[in-house]
Nanobody, 119 residues
Framework: QVRLEESGGGLVQAGASLTLSCAAS????????MGWFRQAPGKEREFVAS????????NYAETVKGRFTISRDRPTSTVYLQMNNVYPDNATVYYC????????????WGRGTQVTVSS
């Protein structure tokens, strides 16, 4: 059973940096994609960044491109989201998701980690 567990959220000052981690377990993730999403109260979950497990190919939402970096460490099955120059409106719950190779949808989710930004 796939399990995703986010950590690293907390309080960060606007303009500072924060790194989120997602520990993935339950299987090998060859050919899978991993992603970070975020969801504010009353809003739909939105895509932030994704990475393919094998090649490490990345994709970013335009709003975070150049500031956030997604990476993965295959030996530990951990996915990271390095958030630099955090904006106040980046404050929300961040979720880690996993998608099977060839699949269209992310079917596995963690419980999320809260990011709070002080201005």
């Amino acid at each position: 059973q796939v399990r995703l567990e986010e950590s690293g959220g907390g309080l960060v000052q606007a303009g500072a940096s924060l790194t989120l981690s997602c520990a993935a377990s339950g299987r090998t993730f060859t050919n899978w994609s991993m992603g970070w999403f975020r969801q504010a109260p009353g809003k739909e979950r939105e895509f932030v960044a994704s990475i393919t497990w094998n090649l490490g190919t990345t994709n970013y939402a335009e709003t975070v491109k150049g500031r956030f970096t997604i990476s993965r460490d295959r030996p530990t099955s951990t996915v990271y989201l390095q958030m630099n120059n955090v904006y106040p409106d980046n404050a929300t719950v961040y979720y880690c998701g996993a998608r099977r190779g060839g699949g269209r949808d992310y079917n596995y989710w963690g419980r999320g980690t809260q990011v709070t930004v002080s201005s």
